[in-house]
Nanobody
Framework: QVQLVESGGGLVQPGGSLRLSCAASGSIFGINAMGWGRQAPGKQRDLVAHITSGGSTHYVDSVKGRFTISRDNAKNTVYLQMNSLKLEDTAVYYC??????????????WGQGTQVTVSS
């Protein structure tokens, strides 16, 4: 059984910052890429940032220069530092992990999500 548990969401004013964390636990042999997706009301879920096991990162254009993804491989944890937040960043943020379980099965997992609301 694998779990991804997010934390760090909340309410912030435009221009503010938040840091999200996500810890993966359970029967995990290894984690490949980890990432963060978000879903605003009435819209599809999109992956906005991801990071490989080697530390290579990728961001969608809308968050480049404002969001920074990082990971601690020893703790199976991924972080998303979000600065200069905008109203349009409001969404439920989901942690994602491409991992191999202890039984050798490679799958894609998502967390339960954490709400980020940017409002004045």
């Amino acid at each position: 059984q694998v779990q991804l548990v997010e934390s760090g969401g909340g309410l912030v004013q435009p221009g503010g910052s938040l840091r999200l964390s996500c810890a993966a636990s359970g029967s995990i042999f290894g984690i490949n890429a980890m990432g963060w997706g978000r879903q605003a009301p009435g819209k599809q879920r999109d992956l906005v940032a991801h990071i490989t096991s080697g530390g290579s990162t990728h961001y969608v254009d809308s968050v480049k220069g404002r969001f920074t993804i990082s990971r601690d491989n020893a703790k199976n944890t991924v972080y998303l530092q979000m600065n200069s937040l905008k109203l349009e960043d409001t969404a439920v943020y989901y942690c994602n992990a491409d991992l191999t379980t202890g039984r050798g099965v490679r799958s894609d997992y998502w967390g339960q999500g954490t709400q980020v609301t940017v409002s004045s």
